[in-house]
């Protein structure tokens, strides 16, 4: 069955750095889109960063732009959300999603979610 | 950026009640539109694709609609197990944003 596992959640300082990892397992990883989406407590879903089946293409929302970084290793069958100069309005509980194909769609299986918190 | 809106932005109702809520885009997105329920502590679960079809697993109970930027997810008889948090997610452009999202309450 699908699995997706993430981790590297945890306490970061503002101005911090942070790397969560997204594993994958029970489908073929290499035909599908990812997605990271994230939800601060108590608040809706924010979609933050999509990657297509290949890499080839890959987008932010306008808020992550310039800090954070996706990438997807189709080998290992993982994803990756480099995260930079964190703010404390970052903190949220951070999903790892699969895309219903390869270009950006919507998101069918999720992970449990890893949980961030920007805080001094 | 495309622009999601949801009303209302919670409804309170009984089990067998009929429950609509709507999703406005701020520009044409065609179909390219899901609906996402989630319970509290838990990941969203997709319900509805492209609009109006129904994902896999998901009970028979929901339908979506279009009428031209506007969206309609309905649930024909409500159930226990339906008492949770509805968003919309815009999938034509990027950033593919979110609903703010609507709550189904317990009456």
């Known amino acids: 069955q699908v699995q997706l596992v993430e981790s590297g959640g945890g306490v970061v300082r503002p101005g911090g750095s942070l790397t969560l990892s997204c594993a994958a397992s029970g489908f073929t990883f290499s035909n599908h889109a990812m997605h990271w989406v994230r939800q601060a407590p108590g608040k809706g879903l924010e979609w933050v960063a999509f990657?297509?089946?290949?890499?080839?293409?890959?987008s932010y929302a306008d808020s992550m732009k310039g800090r954070f970084t996706i990438s997807r290793d189709n080998f290992q069958n993982t994803m990756t959300l480099q995260m930079n100069s964190l703010r404390p309005e970052d903190t949220a509980v951070y999903y790892c999603?699969?895309?219903?194909?390869?270009?950006?769609?919507?998101?069918?299986?999720w992970g449990q979610g890893t949980l961030v918190t920007v805080s001094s | 950026d495309i622009q999601m809106t949801q009303s209302p932005s919670s409804v309170s109702a009984s089990v067998g009640d009929r429950v609509t809520i709507t999703c406005r885009a701020s520009q044409g997105i065609s179909t390219w539109l899901g609906w996402y329920q989630q319970k509290p502590g838990k990941a969203p679960k997709l319900l509805i694709y492209?609009?109006?079809g129904l994902q896999s697993g998901a009970p028979s109970r929901f339908s979506g609609s279009r009428s031209g930027t506007d969206f309609t997810l309905t649930i024909s008889s409500l159930q226990p197990e339906d008492f949770a948090t509805y968003y919309c997610q815009q999938a034509h452009t990027p950033p593919f944003t979110f609903g703010p999202g609507t709550t189904v309450e317990i009456k």
């Open positions: 492209a609009a109006s």
């Open positions: 999603a699969r895309d219903l194909g390869r270009f950006g769609e919507l998101c069918d299986y």
């Open positions: 990657m297509s089946y290949d890499g080839s293409k890959y």
